[in-house]
């Protein structure tokens, strides 16, 4: 059984700055494409940022402002935001499929994820 842990969600001022943190119980990184979503009311849920080994890929949206990196050690993958703003408002979600990187580099924010974690809220608001 995969489980998704998430952590590191809170309130921030624009420019601010936030760590999420998904925890990945029972499936190892190394093989798994790893990705993040956000979602806010009455929208699409949409792609943030996704990962495979040293691979990274970003929305455009966030490009410069967040970055993706795993610790292989705790089975772990993070997502650090930078200047954020009020347009981030949203609840993160991690999503983890075991794939190839071929598979996570074409449609790694298509959403088709096997393991979602149980999101975390993230507001930006001065």
């Known amino acids: 059984q995969v489980q998704l842990v998430e952590s590191g969600g809170g309130s921030v001022q624009p420019g601010g700055s936030l760590r999420l943190s998904c925890e990945v119980r029972?499936?190892?990184?190394?093989?798994?494409?790893l990705s993040w979503f956000r979602q806010t009311p009455g929208k699409k849920r949409e792609g943030v940022a996704g990962s495979y080994g040293p691979n990274s890929y970003y929305a455009d949206s966030v490009k410069g402002r967040f970055k993706i990196s795993q610790d292989s050690a705790k089975n772990t993958v993070y997502l650090q935001l930078n200047n954020l703003q009020p347009e981030d408002t949203a609840v993160y979600y991690c999503a983890a499929q075991r794939a190839v990187a071929a598979w996570c580099s074409s449609y790694w924010a298509t959403g088709l994820y096997h393991y979602w974690g149980q999101g975390t809220q993230v507001t930006v608001s001065s």
């Open positions: 029972g499936d190892a990184l190394s093989t798994s494409c």
